[in-house]
Protein backbone atom coordinates (compact mmCIF):
# COMPACT_ATOMS: atom_id res chain seq x y z
CA UNK A 1 0.00 0.00 0.00
CA UNK A 2 1.74 3.04 -1.31
CA UNK A 3 0.68 6.80 -0.23
CA UNK A 4 1.34 8.57 -3.45
CA UNK A 5 -0.88 6.36 -5.06
CA UNK A 6 -3.70 6.54 -2.70
CA UNK A 7 -3.18 10.36 -2.72
CA UNK A 8 -3.17 10.21 -6.18
CA UNK A 9 -6.43 8.35 -6.56
CA UNK A 10 -8.15 10.57 -3.99
CA UNK A 11 -7.15 13.55 -6.57
CA UNK A 12 -9.42 12.47 -9.18
CA UNK A 13 -12.85 13.80 -9.82
CA UNK A 14 -15.56 11.18 -8.65
CA UNK A 15 -18.07 11.24 -11.76
CA UNK A 16 -21.53 10.82 -11.41
CA UNK A 17 -22.79 7.48 -10.38
CA UNK A 18 -26.44 6.27 -12.33
CA UNK A 19 -28.64 3.02 -11.88
CA UNK A 20 -27.46 -0.21 -13.37
CA UNK A 21 -30.68 -1.53 -14.88
CA UNK A 22 -30.45 -5.09 -17.76
CA UNK A 23 -26.97 -3.83 -18.14
CA UNK A 24 -27.18 -0.11 -18.42
CA UNK A 25 -26.30 2.70 -16.37
CA UNK A 26 -29.92 4.98 -16.37
CA UNK A 27 -30.69 8.04 -14.74
CA UNK A 28 -33.47 8.20 -12.25
CA UNK A 29 -37.28 8.33 -14.29
CA UNK A 30 -37.75 11.83 -13.09
CA UNK A 31 -34.47 13.02 -13.21
CA UNK A 32 -33.19 14.05 -9.46
CA UNK A 33 -30.22 13.13 -7.89
CA UNK A 34 -28.97 12.25 -4.46
CA UNK A 35 -25.55 14.33 -3.34
CA UNK A 36 -22.93 11.80 -2.06
CA UNK A 37 -20.89 13.28 0.88
CA UNK A 38 -17.87 12.57 2.13
CA UNK A 39 -17.20 11.69 5.82
CA UNK A 40 -13.57 13.13 5.84
CA UNK A 41 -14.22 16.37 4.91
CA UNK A 42 -18.32 16.89 4.91
CA UNK A 43 -17.90 18.00 1.57
CA UNK A 44 -20.13 16.68 -1.33
CA UNK A 45 -17.61 14.10 -3.19
CA UNK A 46 -20.62 13.32 -6.35
CA UNK A 47 -24.14 12.62 -7.00
CA UNK A 48 -25.90 9.24 -7.43
CA UNK A 49 -29.15 8.86 -9.23
CA UNK A 50 -32.17 9.04 -6.81
CA UNK A 51 -34.38 6.58 -7.28
CA UNK A 52 -38.31 5.64 -7.74
CA UNK A 53 -41.13 2.86 -7.54
CA UNK A 54 -40.37 3.12 -11.29
CA UNK A 55 -36.75 3.06 -11.57
CA UNK A 56 -37.03 -0.23 -9.33
CA UNK A 57 -40.17 -1.80 -10.54
CA UNK A 58 -37.70 -2.12 -14.06
CA UNK A 59 -34.58 -3.36 -12.65
CA UNK A 60 -37.08 -6.04 -10.52
CA UNK A 61 -38.54 -6.77 -14.11
CA UNK A 62 -34.99 -6.56 -15.91
CA UNK A 63 -34.16 -9.38 -13.39
CA UNK A 64 -37.07 -11.28 -13.85
CA UNK A 65 -36.69 -11.59 -17.70
CA UNK A 66 -33.17 -12.52 -17.24
CA UNK A 67 -33.95 -15.83 -14.97
CA UNK A 68 -37.20 -16.62 -17.05
CA UNK A 69 -35.03 -16.86 -20.17
CA UNK A 70 -32.11 -19.24 -18.53
CA UNK A 71 -29.25 -16.67 -19.81
CA UNK A 72 -27.78 -17.00 -16.58
CA UNK A 73 -29.47 -19.74 -14.89
CA UNK A 74 -29.68 -21.97 -17.85
CA UNK A 75 -25.47 -21.96 -18.44
CA UNK A 76 -23.87 -24.96 -17.15
CA UNK A 77 -22.16 -24.87 -13.72
CA UNK A 78 -18.51 -24.67 -15.13
CA UNK A 79 -19.75 -21.54 -18.14
CA UNK A 80 -20.75 -19.88 -14.33
CA UNK A 81 -17.67 -20.31 -12.42
CA UNK A 82 -15.37 -19.21 -15.13
CA UNK A 83 -17.39 -15.53 -15.08
CA UNK A 84 -17.15 -15.15 -11.57
CA UNK A 85 -14.03 -16.39 -11.06
CA UNK A 86 -12.77 -13.61 -13.99
CA UNK A 87 -15.34 -11.18 -11.89
CA UNK A 88 -12.75 -12.19 -8.67
CA UNK A 89 -9.79 -11.29 -10.65
CA UNK A 90 -11.10 -8.06 -11.54
CA UNK A 91 -11.50 -6.52 -7.80
CA UNK A 92 -8.08 -7.52 -6.86
CA UNK A 93 -6.87 -6.15 -10.08
CA UNK A 94 -8.99 -3.02 -9.21
CA UNK A 95 -7.92 -3.63 -5.72
CA UNK A 96 -6.47 -0.06 -4.57
CA UNK A 97 -9.27 2.21 -6.83
CA UNK A 98 -12.25 0.36 -5.13
CA UNK A 99 -11.07 1.02 -1.56
CA UNK A 100 -10.32 4.16 -1.76
CA UNK A 101 -13.62 5.01 -3.69
CA UNK A 102 -15.16 3.39 -0.67
CA UNK A 103 -13.18 5.10 2.13
CA UNK A 104 -13.96 8.42 0.48
CA UNK A 105 -17.74 7.31 0.43
CA UNK A 106 -17.81 6.19 4.04
CA UNK A 107 -14.69 6.84 5.96
CA UNK A 108 -12.91 3.22 7.09
CA UNK A 109 -9.45 3.98 7.28
CA UNK A 110 -7.73 2.59 4.30
CA UNK A 111 -5.29 -0.15 5.96
CA UNK A 112 -9.00 -1.97 6.66
CA UNK A 113 -10.69 -1.07 3.76
CA UNK A 114 -8.04 -2.54 1.48
CA UNK A 115 -8.25 -5.83 3.22
CA UNK A 116 -12.34 -6.25 4.20
CA UNK A 117 -13.61 -4.29 1.28
CA UNK A 118 -11.89 -5.21 -2.10
CA UNK A 119 -9.77 -8.22 -0.82
CA UNK A 120 -12.67 -9.72 1.15
CA UNK A 121 -15.09 -9.47 -1.52
CA UNK A 122 -12.92 -11.05 -4.25
CA UNK A 123 -12.23 -14.03 -2.13
CA UNK A 124 -15.86 -14.02 -1.73
CA UNK A 125 -16.53 -14.38 -5.17
CA UNK A 126 -13.58 -16.79 -5.65
CA UNK A 127 -14.85 -18.94 -2.77
CA UNK A 128 -18.28 -19.68 -4.27
CA UNK A 129 -17.18 -19.87 -7.75
CA UNK A 130 -15.31 -22.83 -7.02
CA UNK A 131 -17.92 -24.66 -4.40
CA UNK A 132 -21.02 -24.00 -7.30
CA UNK A 133 -20.04 -27.13 -9.49
CA UNK A 134 -19.51 -29.40 -6.26
CA UNK A 135 -23.45 -28.63 -5.07
CA UNK A 136 -25.19 -32.03 -5.96
CA UNK A 137 -28.64 -33.41 -5.47
CA UNK A 138 -29.70 -36.50 -3.34
CA UNK A 139 -30.92 -40.05 -4.21
CA UNK A 140 -33.48 -40.59 -1.54
CA UNK A 141 -33.32 -44.42 0.03
CA UNK A 142 -36.70 -45.83 -1.59
CA UNK A 143 -38.11 -49.16 -2.50
CA UNK A 144 -36.68 -50.78 -5.84
CA UNK A 145 -39.72 -50.37 -7.34
CA UNK A 146 -39.73 -46.01 -6.59
CA UNK A 147 -37.10 -43.40 -7.92
CA UNK A 148 -36.89 -40.77 -4.94
CA UNK A 149 -34.51 -37.53 -6.15
CA UNK A 150 -33.81 -34.52 -4.76
CA UNK A 151 -33.19 -31.57 -7.01
CA UNK A 152 -31.58 -27.95 -6.05
CA UNK A 153 -32.91 -25.03 -7.82
CA UNK A 154 -31.93 -21.32 -8.26
CA UNK A 155 -34.96 -19.49 -6.41
CA UNK A 156 -35.03 -16.80 -9.00
CA UNK A 157 -35.15 -12.76 -8.45
CA UNK A 158 -32.93 -12.28 -5.00
CA UNK A 159 -33.21 -8.62 -3.69
CA UNK A 160 -30.57 -7.79 -1.61
CA UNK A 161 -30.30 -4.73 0.89
CA UNK A 162 -26.33 -3.65 1.94
CA UNK A 163 -25.13 -1.53 4.31
CA UNK A 164 -22.79 1.35 4.48
CA UNK A 165 -20.22 0.09 6.71
CA UNK A 166 -18.76 -3.19 4.27
CA UNK A 167 -20.90 -2.60 1.49
CA UNK A 168 -18.45 -4.54 -0.88
CA UNK A 169 -17.81 -7.28 1.78
CA UNK A 170 -21.31 -8.07 2.72
CA UNK A 171 -22.35 -7.67 -0.99
CA UNK A 172 -20.32 -10.32 -1.82
CA UNK A 173 -21.59 -12.69 0.88
CA UNK A 174 -25.26 -12.29 -0.39
CA UNK A 175 -24.15 -11.86 -4.58
CA UNK A 176 -21.05 -14.61 -4.28
CA UNK A 177 -23.86 -17.38 -3.46
CA UNK A 178 -27.28 -16.12 -5.42
CA UNK A 179 -25.60 -15.72 -8.43
CA UNK A 180 -23.59 -18.92 -8.12
CA UNK A 181 -26.75 -20.99 -7.62
CA UNK A 182 -28.07 -19.59 -10.73
CA UNK A 183 -30.46 -16.49 -9.64
CA UNK A 184 -31.05 -13.12 -10.55
CA UNK A 185 -30.15 -10.43 -8.56
CA UNK A 186 -31.57 -6.85 -7.65
CA UNK A 187 -29.51 -4.52 -5.24
CA UNK A 188 -30.27 -1.48 -3.46
CA UNK A 189 -27.01 -0.26 -1.70
CA UNK A 190 -27.04 1.97 1.21
CA UNK A 191 -27.51 5.95 0.47
CA UNK A 192 -24.48 6.83 2.12
CA UNK A 193 -22.01 4.32 0.75
CA UNK A 194 -23.13 2.68 -2.60
CA UNK A 195 -20.25 4.29 -5.00
CA UNK A 196 -17.52 0.93 -4.59
CA UNK A 197 -20.25 -1.25 -4.80
CA UNK A 198 -21.85 0.02 -7.91
CA UNK A 199 -18.43 -0.23 -9.09
CA UNK A 200 -17.60 -3.63 -8.31
CA UNK A 201 -21.24 -4.62 -10.50
CA UNK A 202 -19.85 -3.18 -13.40
CA UNK A 203 -16.65 -5.33 -13.24
CA UNK A 204 -19.45 -8.22 -13.29
CA UNK A 205 -20.29 -6.75 -16.54
CA UNK A 206 -16.91 -6.62 -17.71
CA UNK A 207 -16.39 -10.61 -16.69
CA UNK A 208 -19.21 -11.51 -19.13
CA UNK A 209 -22.09 -11.76 -16.49
CA UNK A 210 -25.38 -11.03 -18.80
CA UNK A 211 -27.10 -8.29 -18.56
CA UNK A 212 -30.15 -8.13 -16.30
CA UNK A 213 -28.87 -10.75 -13.96
CA UNK A 214 -27.25 -8.56 -11.33
CA UNK A 215 -29.20 -4.80 -11.40
CA UNK A 216 -28.49 -2.48 -8.95
CA UNK A 217 -30.66 0.95 -7.83
CA UNK A 218 -29.60 3.53 -5.73
CA UNK A 219 -32.07 5.78 -3.44
CA UNK A 220 -34.10 5.60 -0.34
CA UNK A 221 -34.94 2.89 1.64
CA UNK A 222 -38.45 4.22 1.88
CA UNK A 223 -39.11 4.54 -1.35
CA UNK A 224 -36.80 1.65 -3.58
CA UNK A 225 -36.27 -0.75 -0.45
CA UNK A 226 -40.12 -0.49 0.44
CA UNK A 227 -41.14 -1.61 -3.58
CA UNK A 228 -38.48 -4.04 -3.47
CA UNK A 229 -39.93 -5.79 -0.62
CA UNK A 230 -42.98 -5.31 -1.85
CA UNK A 231 -42.53 -6.82 -5.05
CA UNK A 232 -44.57 -9.72 -6.23
CA UNK A 233 -41.85 -10.89 -8.75
CA UNK A 234 -38.74 -10.89 -5.83
CA UNK A 235 -38.41 -14.26 -4.40
CA UNK A 236 -36.22 -14.01 -1.77
CA UNK A 237 -34.86 -10.97 0.48
CA UNK A 238 -31.81 -10.78 2.00
CA UNK A 239 -30.59 -7.53 4.41
CA UNK A 240 -27.77 -6.53 6.66
CA UNK A 241 -28.99 -3.54 9.05
CA UNK A 242 -30.98 -2.25 11.82
CA UNK A 243 -33.55 -4.03 13.50
CA UNK A 244 -36.62 -1.91 12.56
CA UNK A 245 -35.87 -1.97 8.57
CA UNK A 246 -35.26 -5.47 9.03
CA UNK A 247 -39.33 -6.02 11.03
CA UNK A 248 -40.63 -3.09 8.12
CA UNK A 249 -39.21 -6.12 5.72
CA UNK A 250 -40.85 -9.01 7.48
CA UNK A 251 -43.86 -7.02 7.00
CA UNK A 252 -43.61 -6.31 3.47
CA UNK A 253 -42.90 -9.91 2.82
CA UNK A 254 -46.45 -10.85 4.52
CA UNK A 255 -47.99 -8.22 2.93
CA UNK A 256 -46.99 -9.74 -0.80
CA UNK A 257 -45.86 -12.74 -1.90
CA UNK A 258 -44.78 -13.94 1.46
CA UNK A 259 -41.10 -13.95 0.28
CA UNK A 260 -38.24 -15.64 2.35
CA UNK A 261 -36.63 -12.81 4.34
CA UNK A 262 -32.89 -13.35 5.57
CA UNK A 263 -31.50 -11.00 8.55
CA UNK A 264 -28.42 -10.30 9.71
CA UNK A 265 -29.14 -7.29 12.06
CA UNK A 266 -27.92 -5.26 15.07
CA UNK A 267 -25.83 -7.03 18.00
CA UNK A 268 -24.29 -5.98 21.08
CA UNK A 269 -21.30 -7.94 21.73
CA UNK A 270 -19.87 -9.71 24.62
CA UNK A 271 -15.91 -9.47 25.26
CA UNK A 272 -15.70 -11.30 28.58
CA UNK A 273 -11.98 -11.29 29.91
CA UNK A 274 -11.22 -13.81 32.69
CA UNK A 275 -8.10 -12.50 35.20
CA UNK A 276 -6.47 -15.86 33.68
CA UNK A 277 -6.19 -15.06 30.49
CA UNK A 278 -3.15 -15.99 29.02
CA UNK A 279 -1.75 -12.57 27.79
CA UNK A 280 -4.10 -9.31 29.65
CA UNK A 281 -1.96 -6.84 27.31
CA UNK A 282 -2.59 -8.46 23.93
CA UNK A 283 -6.72 -9.32 25.07
CA UNK A 284 -6.34 -5.12 25.90
CA UNK A 285 -5.10 -4.55 22.93
CA UNK A 286 -7.43 -6.92 20.56
CA UNK A 287 -10.58 -5.76 22.79
CA UNK A 288 -9.34 -2.32 21.43
CA UNK A 289 -9.32 -3.05 18.56
CA UNK A 290 -12.34 -5.11 18.18
CA UNK A 291 -14.88 -2.37 19.04
CA UNK A 292 -12.92 1.08 18.02
CA UNK A 293 -11.38 -0.27 14.11
CA UNK A 294 -13.76 1.22 11.77
CA UNK A 295 -14.80 3.61 14.49
CA UNK A 296 -17.15 1.18 15.64
CA UNK A 297 -19.13 0.28 12.46
CA UNK A 298 -18.94 -2.97 12.72
CA UNK A 299 -21.75 -5.54 13.44
CA UNK A 300 -19.59 -7.97 15.45
CA UNK A 301 -17.58 -5.15 17.54
CA UNK A 302 -16.95 -6.37 21.47
CA UNK A 303 -19.26 -3.02 22.26
CA UNK A 304 -19.83 -4.60 25.66
CA UNK A 305 -16.77 -5.79 27.43
CA UNK A 306 -17.48 -7.84 30.85
CA UNK A 307 -14.15 -8.08 33.27
CA UNK A 308 -13.73 -10.05 36.13
CA UNK A 309 -13.22 -7.88 38.79
CA UNK A 310 -10.27 -8.74 40.39
CA UNK A 311 -8.45 -7.64 37.23
CA UNK A 312 -11.30 -4.70 36.25
CA UNK A 313 -9.22 -1.32 37.30
CA UNK A 314 -5.68 -2.93 35.86
CA UNK A 315 -7.67 -3.91 32.40
CA UNK A 316 -9.67 -1.14 32.19
CA UNK A 317 -6.67 1.22 31.74
CA UNK A 318 -4.94 -1.28 29.56
CA UNK A 319 -7.51 -0.57 27.07
CA UNK A 320 -7.55 2.92 27.47
CA UNK A 321 -4.02 2.80 26.89
CA UNK A 322 -4.33 1.10 23.78
CA UNK A 323 -7.37 3.44 22.36
CA UNK A 324 -5.50 6.54 23.14
CA UNK A 325 -2.53 5.35 20.90
CA UNK A 326 -5.14 4.47 17.98
CA UNK A 327 -4.17 7.79 15.68
CA UNK A 328 -7.62 9.08 14.54
CA UNK A 329 -7.94 10.89 11.21
CA UNK A 330 -7.73 11.20 7.76
CA UNK A 331 -8.79 7.33 6.69
CA UNK A 332 -6.97 7.64 3.13
CA UNK A 333 -3.41 7.98 5.18
CA UNK A 334 -1.95 4.66 5.62
CA UNK A 335 -0.39 5.69 9.42
CA UNK A 336 -4.58 6.56 10.41
CA UNK A 337 -5.77 3.54 13.03
CA UNK A 338 -9.03 5.02 13.68
CA UNK A 339 -11.05 6.44 10.26
CA UNK A 340 -14.43 9.34 10.10
CA UNK A 341 -17.94 8.13 11.26
CA UNK A 342 -20.00 7.49 8.30
CA UNK A 343 -22.08 10.58 8.86
CA UNK A 344 -22.87 13.45 10.83
CA UNK A 345 -26.66 11.89 11.80
CA UNK A 346 -24.44 8.66 13.02
CA UNK A 347 -21.99 10.83 14.63
CA UNK A 348 -24.46 12.93 16.97
CA UNK A 349 -26.70 9.67 18.21
CA UNK A 350 -22.94 8.25 19.05
CA UNK A 351 -22.34 11.69 21.02
CA UNK A 352 -25.93 11.17 22.53
CA UNK A 353 -24.87 7.47 23.37
CA UNK A 354 -22.13 9.37 25.60
CA UNK A 355 -24.88 11.70 27.41
CA UNK A 356 -27.58 8.92 27.89
CA UNK A 357 -24.93 6.58 29.68
CA UNK A 358 -23.09 9.28 32.04
CA UNK A 359 -26.60 10.09 33.32
CA UNK A 360 -27.03 6.75 33.84
CA UNK A 361 -24.44 6.35 36.30
CA UNK A 362 -21.45 5.38 33.67
CA UNK A 363 -17.84 7.08 34.01
CA UNK A 364 -16.15 8.42 31.00
CA UNK A 365 -12.80 7.17 31.18
CA UNK A 366 -11.43 8.36 27.82
CA UNK A 367 -12.68 9.80 24.75
CA UNK A 368 -16.57 10.97 24.38
CA UNK A 369 -16.27 13.88 22.37
CA UNK A 370 -16.13 14.94 18.49
CA UNK A 371 -12.64 15.51 17.55
CA UNK A 372 -11.09 17.52 14.71
CA UNK A 373 -13.93 19.23 13.57
CA UNK A 374 -12.06 21.84 11.75
CA UNK A 375 -11.21 19.71 8.44
CA UNK A 376 -15.28 19.49 8.48
CA UNK A 377 -15.81 15.54 8.97
CA UNK A 378 -17.19 13.57 11.25
CA UNK A 379 -14.44 12.12 13.64
CA UNK A 380 -15.01 10.68 17.05
CA UNK A 381 -12.69 9.66 20.26
CA UNK A 382 -12.34 6.28 21.04
CA UNK A 383 -14.55 6.03 23.95
CA UNK A 384 -14.42 3.66 27.41
CA UNK A 385 -17.51 4.25 29.52
CA UNK A 386 -17.55 1.91 33.28
CA UNK A 387 -19.52 1.37 35.36
CA UNK A 388 -22.58 0.39 33.21
CA UNK A 389 -25.32 -1.35 34.89
CA UNK A 390 -26.25 -4.62 32.32
CA UNK A 391 -29.59 -3.14 32.15
CA UNK A 392 -28.49 0.11 30.71
CA UNK A 393 -29.12 1.69 27.84
CA UNK A 394 -25.24 1.49 26.74
CA UNK A 395 -25.59 -2.47 27.24
CA UNK A 396 -28.71 -2.64 25.71
CA UNK A 397 -29.04 -0.96 22.51
CA UNK A 398 -26.32 -0.55 19.78
CA UNK A 399 -24.74 2.12 19.26
CA UNK A 400 -22.44 1.08 16.03
CA UNK A 401 -19.57 3.79 16.79
CA UNK A 402 -16.25 3.99 18.52
CA UNK A 403 -18.48 3.43 22.19
CA UNK A 404 -17.21 0.44 24.97
CA UNK A 405 -19.11 -0.01 27.75
CA UNK A 406 -17.76 -2.00 30.76
CA UNK A 407 -19.18 -3.90 33.03
CA UNK A 408 -17.68 -6.22 35.88
CA UNK A 409 -18.78 -9.88 36.76
CA UNK A 410 -17.36 -12.31 39.48
CA UNK A 411 -18.19 -15.69 38.12
CA UNK A 412 -18.30 -17.63 35.25
CA UNK A 413 -22.32 -17.86 35.79
CA UNK A 414 -22.85 -14.52 36.30
CA UNK A 415 -21.03 -13.51 33.19
CA UNK A 416 -22.43 -15.41 31.00
CA UNK A 417 -26.06 -14.47 32.67
CA UNK A 418 -24.51 -10.69 31.30
CA UNK A 419 -23.80 -11.41 28.12
CA UNK A 420 -27.07 -13.10 27.67
CA UNK A 421 -29.13 -10.13 29.21
CA UNK A 422 -29.44 -8.49 25.86
CA UNK A 423 -31.72 -8.94 23.03
CA UNK A 424 -29.09 -9.77 20.33
CA UNK A 425 -27.09 -12.56 19.72
CA UNK A 426 -24.75 -12.04 16.86
CA UNK A 427 -20.96 -12.87 18.04
CA UNK A 428 -19.08 -12.76 21.59
CA UNK A 429 -15.59 -13.42 22.81
CA UNK A 430 -13.72 -14.81 25.32
CA UNK A 431 -10.12 -14.67 27.07
CA UNK A 432 -9.06 -17.56 29.39
CA UNK A 433 -7.05 -20.39 29.61
CA UNK A 434 -9.12 -22.91 31.13
CA UNK A 435 -10.18 -25.33 28.17
CA UNK A 436 -13.19 -26.12 30.52
CA UNK A 437 -14.21 -22.53 30.59
CA UNK A 438 -13.86 -21.67 27.14
CA UNK A 439 -16.21 -24.42 26.20
CA UNK A 440 -18.80 -23.54 29.05
CA UNK A 441 -18.79 -19.63 27.45
CA UNK A 442 -18.75 -21.31 23.87
CA UNK A 443 -22.05 -23.35 24.99
CA UNK A 444 -23.30 -21.05 27.73
CA UNK A 445 -23.48 -17.54 25.33
CA UNK A 446 -26.25 -17.39 23.03
CA UNK A 447 -24.72 -16.27 19.73
CA UNK A 448 -24.00 -17.12 16.19
CA UNK A 449 -19.74 -16.28 16.47
CA UNK A 450 -17.84 -16.76 19.94
CA UNK A 451 -14.44 -16.26 19.38
CA UNK A 452 -11.72 -17.72 22.25
CA UNK A 453 -8.63 -15.36 22.92
CA UNK A 454 -9.21 -13.40 19.83
CA UNK A 455 -11.59 -10.92 18.63
CA UNK A 456 -12.31 -11.40 14.70
CA UNK A 457 -10.94 -12.28 11.97
CA UNK A 458 -13.21 -16.02 10.59
CA UNK A 459 -12.93 -15.84 6.99
CA UNK A 460 -15.58 -17.02 4.40
CA UNK A 461 -14.95 -20.76 5.30
CA UNK A 462 -17.60 -20.92 8.44
CA UNK A 463 -20.84 -18.89 8.97
CA UNK A 464 -21.82 -16.00 10.51
CA UNK A 465 -25.42 -15.50 11.66
CA UNK A 466 -27.57 -14.22 14.49
CA UNK A 467 -29.61 -15.55 16.85
CA UNK A 468 -32.66 -13.91 18.38
CA UNK A 469 -33.07 -10.21 17.08
CA UNK A 470 -29.55 -10.47 15.71
CA UNK A 471 -31.42 -12.21 12.64
CA UNK A 472 -31.89 -15.59 10.98
CA UNK A 473 -30.30 -17.50 8.69
CA UNK A 474 -26.39 -17.33 7.34
CA UNK A 475 -23.85 -15.53 5.43
CA UNK A 476 -20.57 -16.51 4.08
CA UNK A 477 -19.61 -20.36 4.41
CA UNK A 478 -21.40 -23.18 2.14
CA UNK A 479 -24.27 -23.35 4.40
CA UNK A 480 -25.00 -19.59 2.71
CA UNK A 481 -26.29 -21.31 -0.54
CA UNK A 482 -28.90 -22.93 1.22
CA UNK A 483 -31.34 -19.48 1.18
CA UNK A 484 -30.47 -18.81 -2.80
CA UNK A 485 -31.80 -22.79 -3.51
CA UNK A 486 -35.34 -23.98 -3.40
CA UNK A 487 -35.59 -28.30 -2.83
CA UNK A 488 -37.47 -29.85 -5.67
CA UNK A 489 -38.79 -33.84 -5.37
CA UNK A 490 -38.90 -36.24 -7.97
CA UNK A 491 -41.02 -39.30 -7.06
CA UNK A 492 -40.48 -41.74 -9.98
CA UNK A 493 -42.11 -44.95 -10.38
CA UNK A 494 -40.01 -47.25 -12.10
Sequence with gaps: MNQTQIDE??????????????????????????????????QVLTTTAKGTKTDMDAAIASARAAFEDGRWAGQPPAARKKVMLKWADLIEANALELAVLGVRDNGTEIGMALKAEPGSAAATIRYYAEALDKVYGEVAPTSSDVLGMIHKEPVGVVGAIIPWNFPMMIGAWKLGPALAMGNSVVLKPAETASLSLMRMCDLALEAGLPSGVLNAVTGEGAVVGETLGLSMDVDVLVFT????????????????????????????????????????????????????????????AGSRLLVEASIHDEFVAAVAKAAEGMRVGDPLKVDTHIGAVNSEIQLNANLGFVETAKSEGGHVVTGGERILKETGGYYMAPTIVTGVDQNATLAQKEVFGPVLGVTPFTSDAEAIQIANSTVYGLAGGVWTSNLSRAHRMIRGVRTGVMHVNTYGGPDVTVPLGGVGQSGNGADKSLHAIDKYVNLKTAWIKL
Design 241 to 300: GSGGTGRRLMEYAARSNMKRVYLELGGKSPNIIFADAPNLDEAAKVAAGGIFRNAGQVCV
Design 9 to 42: LRAQSVPAFQHLIDGKHVPASDGQVMDIISPIDG
